[in-house]
């Protein structure tokens, strides 16, 4: 019955029957949400299977990776494969020129030496209770925000002490549905985590930026990793005496693949949608937010470029930063085209208009009416200082290497404030390492022609009343001038001013035109811009919670998941091409022979090692071999999202037949609207993985540590 009821719904709504119902992220503990789904999709588990409380399950095998990506175990001395984007910046912290691990690759070949990585953590989530009745206990809808947060909190505090756990465990309450529910997480993490292999940059950021978001792929985006743990297998810092972490659980490897239409479960910690969010909300974002960041991000980038064009050396030193910033923007661009393709706008009215019929059957269409009509005014009036927000955020800090380093004293005498001169003795240190950090890894050409690009952008993008007077009343070749002579742009000032004493710093400080604008603009977004986005999002985020919660009274039956948060979720879906374009399919899979055919000698995204080419020559495949190539990367519809990366991907059985890394462009508006027909989450085919840790990385002891079968399904 109600399969029925939620089939129909998703039917009416999208045309695509249960189909549409899968595409969602559930928490794992929801077994009665989706379990029937997967199982009438060819699931050979059971639901403990997945996940269990009580005992070793496949949430035991699934980590959370260094905070913002995902990783899965796979031995049973903790062995852990990720994305290579995900596991980059340990590699290259420990490349030297002699030892480019980044352009060679890397391979442990015993276990002494595996890498530590100072920092680095893993968190696994062991159960997870919903505790939404505990959370909202005492809370009412006449209440005002302030007070309905404070119950809130009283409540999240008596959960927190109410569940047991064991002493290195740690309990996390977190809101779904805009606070119409609440989940509680038991995490552990552990801190001793080593770098076991990597290949080279070659393959696994193969096709760079060009082939980034993009769709036929052929990437080797992965890299191995190891959890390590005390004599009695708990967490512990690193220590020479740490062990191999024995996991409760670890994923078995099958190389039989996955066939189109087979079923796929992704499962990780995807960070950010907003799939609730109504139609009025999603054309703002797309009309109105994202060109300014997308503009914005296109100056910059345009910037970097002419200079790496004709220096090698700049080049190097800003390639990471180039692809950060090009990352989202082309997200971003994708997304756009992506809801007009899907007609998201008008999908969403349409089910905002079943929304309300059916709430007018039990007396509510009025206060719908209502709350959606406020929504639209408080996003309406929110629309400036948003705007106002990004274009600080992208021009005054994420393109603009000057202004990070006046951020960084703007921390460091905010400290001093409270600390005075022992707190200065305190922190010169780590500030001066990290402003010559900043000088060692950028160029002032670059750095000075981006401030620029970035001046003209903060006096023309930003809306009426958010720049301070001294940025307005000054023209950008004024601005330009008054920096040129501040320690933020003139590495030999920076250790004159953080070698004197207390009283002179101050006064540098106050001298320094430069940092005196800098201030001004930093001060006007913590004292102006930021305040007040906040308070407007506070009353936009009770908005939502009475939005969402009408949805859900609207559809009583209907089964819904909620919005990533960057908690432990289960994503399913087939393995599926699409249409890209009128007149044009793409293939669910690629090869090694695509991966020849896109080989450019020198090239620098789409150059090969010449060990691959020449085991390409003799057809050297090995166990990894199919039809005389061996399979490279697939396509799924399964929805995901950025932290999604490193997610362990499984079969019906759930054993291990690929790795996430990314979706497509014409794809990526699913964190706001996820439409079928477009959305594919790409993934490295495990066969790829093991051909390149057998063949290349000659790693057999690391091969002989997985369990690895070979299952038709
Ligand atoms: N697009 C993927 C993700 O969002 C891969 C990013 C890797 N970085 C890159 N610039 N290629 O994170
Ligand atoms: N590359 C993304 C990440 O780093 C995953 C791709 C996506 O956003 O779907 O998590």
């Known amino acids: 019955m109600i399969k029925k009821t939620t089939a129909i719904f998703v039917f009416w709504l999208l045309g695509t029957g249960v189909y549409a119902q899968q595409i969602r992220m559930w928490v794992p503990s929801d077994t009665k949400d989706y379990y029937y789904l997967l199982q009438e999709s060819g699931a050979k588990m059971q639901a403990p299977d997945l996940y269990d409380p009580q005992k070793a399950s496949l949430n035991d095998a699934v980590v959370q990776f260094n905070g913002g990506c995902t990783a899965g175990l796979i031995s049973d001395k903790g062995l852990l494969l990720t994305n290579h984007h995900c596991g980059y910046g340990a590699i290259q912290s420990h490349s030297t020129l002699e030892h480019n691990y980044v352009k060679d690759g890397f391979w442990a070949q015993r276990l002494e030496d595996e890498l530590p990585n100072p920092g680095m953590y893993v968190t696994f989530v062991r159960a997870i209770y919903d505790v939404t009745g505990k959370a909202l206990r005492g809370v009412t809808d006449d209440m005002d925000e302030a007070s309905r947060q404070s119950q809130i909190d009283k409540n999240i505090n008596k959960i927190k002490r109410d569940i047991s756990i064991k002493p290195w465990q740690e309990i996390l309450v977190k809101p779904a549905f805009y606070g119409n529910k609440y989940y509680a997480y038991v995490t552990e993490t552990y801190k001793d985590v080593r770098l076991v292999g990597a290949p080279p940059s070659s393959i696994g950021k193969f096709g760079a930026d060009t082939d980034n978001w993009m769709w036929p792929r052929h990437s080797g985006d992965f890299s191995l990793f190891r959890i390590y743990a005390d004599r009695n297998n708990r967490p512990a810092e690193y220590s020479k005496d740490n062990v191999p972490y024995r996991p409760k659980k670890f994923f078995q490897v099958s190389t039989g693949g996955v066939a189109p239409r087979d079923l796929i479960i992704v499962y990780g910690f995807p960070g950010r949608t907003r799939e609730y969010l109504p139609a009025f909300r999603v054309r703002q974002i797309t009309e109105r937010i994202n060109p300014v960041r997308i503009g914005i991000r296109e100056k910059a980038l345009k910037v970097m470029e002419g200079f790496m064009r004709t220096n090698d050396t700049i080049k190097l030193k800003y390639t990471a930063q180039y692809a950060r910033i090009a990352n989202y923007w082309k997200k971003w661009k ?63 800090y994420l393109n603009n290497p000057w202004m990070q380093r006046a951020f960084d004293v703007y921390e460091f005498e905010r400290n ?182 896109k080989y450019i000698p020198g090239d ?76 594919r989450n790409i993934m490295v085919d495990m066969r790829y993985i093991l051909f390149v840790v057998d063949k290349l990385g000659h790693a057999r002891r690391l091969l002989n540590e997985m369990i690895i079968e070979k299952h038709q399904q």
């Open 334 to 396: 994708g997304e756009n085209l992506g809801i007009r393709r899907s007609a998201a706008l008008a999908n969403k009215e349409y089910w905002e208009q079943l929304t309300e019929k059916e709430l007018a059957k039990k007396d509510k269409a009025d206060e719908y009416r209502e709350v959606k009509t406020e929504l639209e005014n408080a996003f309406r009036d929110l629309e400036p200082v948003e705007i106002a927000r990004n274009v600080f955020i992208e021009a005054g």
């Open 416 to 597: 001093l404030q409270k600390g005075g001169a022992g707190a200065f003795s305190e922190g010169k240190e780590k500030l001066l390492s990290r402003l010559e950090t900043s000088f060692q890894k950028g160029d002032r050409r670059v750095n000075k022609a981006l401030f620029v690009a970035m001046t003209g952008v903060l006096k023309s993008e930003m809306p009426e009343g958010y720049l301070p007077a001294i940025w307005a009343n000054n023209s950008v070749d004024d601005i330009a001038k008054k920096w040129d002579g501040s320690f933020l742009t003139d590495e030999s000032k920076v250790k004159l001013l953080l070698e004197g004493d207390f009283e002179n710093f101050e006064k540098a400080l106050k001298n320094d035109s430069g940092y005196k604008m800098a201030r001004a603009l930093i001060d006007n977004f913590y004292g102006g811009i930021n305040p007040e986005y906040h308070q407007r999002m506070e009353q936009i985020q009770t908005l939502m919670q009475k939005y969402v919660r009408l949805q859900m009274q609207a559809f009583p039956r209907m089964h819904f998941a909620p919005d990533a948060n960057g908690t432990l979720r289960i994503s399913f879906g087939r393995v599926q091409g699409y249409e890209p374009r009128d007149g044009v399919y793409y293939e669910p899979y690629s090869t090694l022979d695509g991966v020849i055919e």
């Open 604 to 679: 620098y995204e789409f150059d090969l090692p010449q060990e691959l080419l020449d085991i390409y020559q003799r057809k050297d495949f090995g166990k990894w071999e199919v039809n005389g190539t061996v399979p490279v990367n697939f396509l799924g519809t399964a929805h995901t999202t950025g932290g999604n990366s490193g997610s362990p991907v499984l079969n019906a059985r759930g054993e291990l037949v690929g790795l996430n890394f990314d979706r497509v462009w014409e794809g990526t508006m699913s964190d706001l609207y996820y439409d079928p027909a477009i959305c």
